[in-house]
């Protein structure tokens, strides 16, 4: 993706021959509070943007919200002991704000930290390591009220609530992440509005991006004080970015929509500045006023690792007057001063997302991080798809999402050997969820929830990945 004169590949890596992963490789599922817990008002949780983008009509297909969910809230032990029959060797959760701190400020709620307490006192009994995400999207609302993520106090909240968690779990927990996808909870929630907050300006989605990462910088410095041995870090959702067609326009839309969608964050988290070229591209919607002095230093406080969630790859084209794609990420309005690149597609696999399927896009976003970035330890902490599912004489049998995920480990294996140092691994997800904007009708799950039974099913692919993390590796096919 740094080379946007690359053809895109296609294709499947070491197709059929055993792997094995490096010893201690960290194989997880992964998960997020708003889309598995439920339990909306229990204990003393108050409402998150997400609660009240939900409850608004016409945001979620179906009318669909996190009230209820997978009910995982009271499910917690049952849930972790199926993670332990898979042979899980992490859980990535996060914890809810609200939940833990209801109306975004003030003290602690006791009853909210005692949930994330047991959940954790389950893993460890089970020998599961927890890694523990601050933030998967749900501010709430009465930060939103005041400003949301474009308000500069957002990010000191942030850093206030991150001390509340690290207060409680400290102790125990070892893997940090401070933020998941800055990206959507900035270009999503403020720009295309298919997010909560559903607000759409793309000055306020750039400021929220800043702030966003402020509150992570600040984050990371409270954590290390309290917690010098904690391994902490950030979670970004890359895309290689590839050009249509050798053409200089389309190099530059690809330049243009690399710099927002991967280097708007990896720049400033681990180099301590904005790209340039990004800075001029954003020249009609920003000043960048909103970046004070000390900003950059504070949000590229030094990490001990970097998650990056991987799905699909961007392919895009140079404007043609009038044309414009639907999709809802590619939406023109995620991309202040750029809303005129032309998202193609490429007639390859998809899956019921319609992203299309690139195992080979993440061997060139690891390299790439690993290259131009950090010597960092580097972790998939998601990495999944979405497909139609069926229920036949109670069993499911998800081979397509079996396919994707074999693939996607050959891509994570070939990384390794070419010398990135990938040291872990998190599927997304470890059971069908919530999926924002979509409600429950996209299932991601490695276990199949019957939503009104609550019944939990492992799919075949769960079968599939117990068998992967038994050997530390794919078998020959
Ligand atoms: C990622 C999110 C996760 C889930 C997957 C499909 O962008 O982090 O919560 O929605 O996509």
Redesign the pocket.
């Known amino acids: 993706m740094s080379d946007p004169t690359r053809p895109p590949a296609v294709g499947v890596l070491d197709q059929g021959a055993a792997l094995t992963f490096p010893p201690g490789f960290l194989w997880g599922a992964a998960t ?1 509070a708003y ?1 598995i817990e439920g339990a909306a008002t229990a204990g003393g949780r108050t409402p998150s943007i997400w609660d009240t983008f939900s409850h608004t009509e016409g945001r979620t297909v179906g009318g669909h919200t996190g009230d209820v969910a997978c009910d995982h809230f009271h499910r917690m032990p049952d849930d972790v002991r199926l993670m332990a029959e898979l042979g899980l060797k992490s859980y990535r959760f996060s914890v809810s704000w609200p939940r833990v701190q209801p109306g975004g400020s003030g003290a602690a709620n006791a009853e909210g930290l005692d949930f994330y307490r047991r959940l954790v006192d389950e893993l460890l009994g089970h020998g599961i390591e927890p890694w523990l995400t601050l933030y ?2 749900d501010l709430p609302q009465p930060l939103e009220d005041a400003g949301g993520w474009p308000a500069r106090d957002t990010a000191g909240r942030f850093a206030d609530y991150a001390q509340l968690v690290v207060d409680a779990l400290g102790d125990r927990v070892r893997y940090w992440t401070t933020l ?2 800055p990206w ?1 909870s900035a270009f999503l929630g403020y720009g295309s509005g298919a997010h909560a907050p559903g607000r759409t300006d793309g000055a306020d989605a750039v400021r929220a991006g800043h702030h966003l990462m402020l509150g992570h910088g600040l984050a990371v410095q409270a954590l290390r004080a309290s917690r010098p041995d904690a391994q902490l870090g950030i979670t970004v ?1 890359l895309y290689p970015v590839a050009p249509a067609t050798g053409s200089p326009a389309d190099a530059d839309a690809a330049r243009r929509i690399d710099a927002l969608a991967n280097r708007f964050f990896l720049d400033p988290v681990l180099r301590g500045s904005y790209p340039a070229d990004l800075r001029a591209d954003l020249a009609s919607v920003t000043d960048f006023g909103h970046v004070r002095d000390g900003d950059l230093k504070i949000i590229s406080t030094p990490l001990d690792l970097v998650g990056i ?1 991987y ?1 699909s790859r961007h392919v895009v084209a140079a404007p043609v007057e009038g044309e414009q794609p639907e999709a809802y990420w590619r939406a023109p309005t995620c991309w202040p001063g750029s809303e005129d690149v032309r998202f193609v597609t490429r007639g390859v696999p998809v899956t019921d ?1 319609d992203w299309e399927i690139d195992a080979p896009g993440l061997v060139e976003t690891l390299e790439r991080v690993h290259r131009d970035y950090t010597d960092l330890p580097l972790y998939v902490t ?1 990495n ?1 798809s ?1 497909f139609v599912d069926a229920v036949v004489d109670g069993q499911v049998d998800d081979t397509d999402r079996l396919a994707y995920f074999d693939s996607h480990l050959r891509a994570a294996h070939a990384a390794i050997g070419a010398g990135v140092p990938l040291r872990g691994y998190f599927a ?2 470890l059971m069908d969820n919530f ?2 904007a979509w409600g429950y009708t996209k299932r ?1 799950g490695m276990v199949y929830v019957d939503y009104d039974s609550q019944v939990r099913i492992p799919k075949s692919s769960a079968r599939w990945y117990a068998e992967v993390i038994r050997r530390n590796g794919l078998a020959a096919q």
């Open positions: 997020a889309q998967h999207w998941n996808e959507c959702n969630n799905y997302m998601e999944g979405a997304w997800s999926e924002w991601f």
